[in-house]
């Protein structure tokens, strides 16, 4: 029994044989050896031995591979073919599980939870278990050296009601919410009694941390019970130091989350939400005293929970601001975090920032939108500072659009968009336009500036003529020193304002001189050729006198080293003007920009023709 017999039709295997294809995985050096061995073993998870092999490998304790394997192996057969399995045995199968969580508790916590993930999965399968929590609790809680296994089995148990994988009905699954929430009780007074029965075992209080926020999401604990039992009083104090494993901050963290997501129907739930509240606000200083030690994990888990809560608490925000749970000013929270150093941290509390923007949007009050107009104009402000390049950037250098702070751009653009209108686009634009203006104002302000009026000029009126007519210019007027990142933003600018600049045709040689001259220079060429394209659809019934100088340009691409993607922006921007010309100069100068993309295609074919013919003649 060698490894050369891994391809043939699975039969029954002897257990050394297993042994060997597992030693040929993790520890033969041979690539085809592995991947023969890797191959095999696939064959005998989804074959009918896998439940025997399983079971007999978890019972040697071999090794960790070994293990688990075994174990997610089990895992994997009772969630997917627990059909192949008669009735008969399913009670074998789960004093089998249980066995093998008592003997297999020292092991690594991936082999633990594997063989949890089964034996919840069997419960929620099998016939006539529906006492399966009180069960482990009895089995496991008088030995605290189970104690750790036995809350494995608690954290996954809500969380595999909600498995997509596991073949359950709805009804089914609505039956077990239903009996797990009549559990609640019993599973967090085991909690608390883990909490004060070990008080420094944190290995511990991280699953008692997410066994909490595993139950609390049945969403039938009680609630003023809770807000003030040490289930919650604990993950908090965690929260308020910075010398804990991360481990244990995030496992609180996570936690919390879990609550407040569950109090947006604050009603059920008592004085639960104002107990959150409180203590959320109370994390603020622990925030602070992350961003000045620079410990961005941290940081980052509790803009987590300042997001979550007002994720929470977005109705009373809105529909009842003079309420404990609608106070604006819980969204100084978020505004911290959007100040914070890394944008990673600003990124989290976006969701946040697009709900109450479509809320005060739908709400449609004006006194609604004064009373948040001070939070979105510092949301609008920590966004620019966040939109800001490295100020040593090369001075020929344009902000890559395929990294990802061109990523968190871009999510910059949309979010600000969407609530921009609680502060007014002309508004944010004059701000940022007299940001521009100040002579002390470095490049990479004035760029990032520019970037967020892109944003919003799309916003802007048409026939606005207070600000505009007065910025465009001065905007266009670029010293030739200026950074060429300046450059490429007042382009980005320049397409968004081609209705505007359509409505004020006395700008527009100015503009199209400007974009010409952003085609000669290839690094900002596409941005300027996607100009062109967005002026010459606005502004295409304008534009036949400027169609042979388009054209021009079109000709004279390959010399100025013009990319794909810039040509074809000019091609369109064409046809946009050539539709609204003449009939009968249409034809002609449609053969002429058609004869320009087929004349390289034709050089290339006779070139192939000859190149035939020399060798076959």
């Known amino acids: 029994r060698t490894i050369h017999i891994y391809g043939r039709r699975m039969e029954r295997p002897a257990l050394d044989l297993v042994l060997q294809a597992l030693d040929a995985l993790f520890r033969n050096d041979d690539l085809t050896e592995k991947e023969k061995a890797s191959a095999w073993l696939t064959r005998l998870q989804a074959s009918v031995h896998a439940w025997e092999v399983a079971d007999q490998l978890l019972a040697l304790k071999r090794d960790t591979e070994t293990s688990y394997f075994a174990a997610q192996t089990m895992a994997s057969k009772v969630r997917t073919s627990f059909d192949e399995l008669p009735a008969n045995t399913h009670l074998a199968l789960r004093d089998s599980l249980l066995h093998h969580l008592a003997t297999l508790s020292t092991a690594p916590l991936p082999i633990v939870r594997q ?354 007519p007065i910025a465009v210019p001065v905007l266009l007027s670029i010293p030739p020193d200026a950074h060429l990142a300046i450059r490429a933003g007042t382009l980005r600018l320049v397409a968004e304002l081609a209705e505007w600049i359509d409505h004020h045709p006395d700008t527009l040689d100015l503009v199209l001189q400007f974009i010409l001259d952003g085609l000669r220079v290839v690094a900002i060429a596409t941005l300027a050729a996607k100009a062109v394209q967005s002026v010459c659809q606005k502004c295409r019934h304008r534009m036949a006198p400027h169609f042979r100088s388009l054209v021009q340009i079109i000709e004279a691409a390959e010399t100025l080293g013009l990319s794909n993607e810039a040509i074809c922006g000019l091609l369109k921007g064409a046809a946009e003007v050539l539709s609204r010309m003449p009939h009968d100069q249409i034809t002609p100068w449609f053969r002429h920009l058609c004869s320009l993309q087929s004349a390289p295609l034709l050089k290339v074919c006779v070139c192939v023709l000859e190149y035939m013919l020399h060798f076959c003649f």
């Open 115 to 468: 063989l949890a993930i089964a034996l919840a999965d069997l419960a929620l399968q099998m016939e006539g278990w529906n006492t399966v929590v009180s069960d482990v609790i009895q089995r496991f809680s008088s030995d605290a050296g189970l104690v750790s296994v036995l809350l494995s089995i608690l954290i996954v148990l809500p969380e595999e009601i909600g498995a997509r994988s596991l073949r359950l009905g709805s009804n089914r699954r609505q039956g077990w919410r239903k009996l797990m929430a009549e559990d609640c009780t019993l599973v967090l007074s085991l909690l608390a009694t883990c909490i004060t029965t070990f008080p420094s075992d944190l290995d511990l209080h991280v699953k008692v941390y997410a066994c909490i926020g595993s139950w609390v999401q049945l969403g039938k604990f009680p609630g003023d019970e809770f807000a003030h039992s040490e289930l919650l009083a604990s993950p908090f104090g965690v929260l308020k130091m910075l010398n804990v494993p991360h481990q244990l901050f995030e496992a609180a963290a996570d936690c919390i989350c879990a609550t407040l997501y569950m109090c947006e129907n604050s009603s059920q739930y008592g004085s639960l939400p104002q107990v959150l509240r409180s203590s959320v606000e109370g994390l603020l200083p622990v925030y602070q005293a992350s961003v000045q030690a620079e410990d961005t994990d941290r940081a980052y888990c509790l803009c987590r929970i300042f997001t979550e809560m007002l994720e929470s608490f977005l109705y009373h925000t809105v529909h009842q601001p003079t309420s404990d749970l609608g106070d604006p000013a819980m969204y100084n929270l978020l505004l911290e975090c959007v100040c914070h150093p890394d944008y990673e941290v600003a990124d989290i509390t976006f969701n946040a920032w697009y709900r109450l923007s479509e809320e005060l949007f739908k709400a449609n009050d004006s006194s609604l939108t004064q009373l948040y107009k001070p939070y979105i104009e510092r949301l609008i402000s920590g966004l620019c500072v966040h939109c800001q390049m490295e100020e040593d950037t090369a001075q020929d250098c344009v902000p890559d659009d395929r990294d990802d702070f061109a990523e968190f751009r871009k999510s910059v653009v949309e979010l600000i968009r969407d609530c921009v209108f609680v502060v007014g686009s002309l508004n944010c634009f004059s701000n940022l336009y007299q940001i521009i203006c100040d002579p002390v104002t470095p490049w990479h302000t004035t760029e990032a500036c520019l970037f967020v009026m892109h944003a919003v000029a799309p916003s802007i009126r048409e026939d606005e003529s207070e600000v505009l």
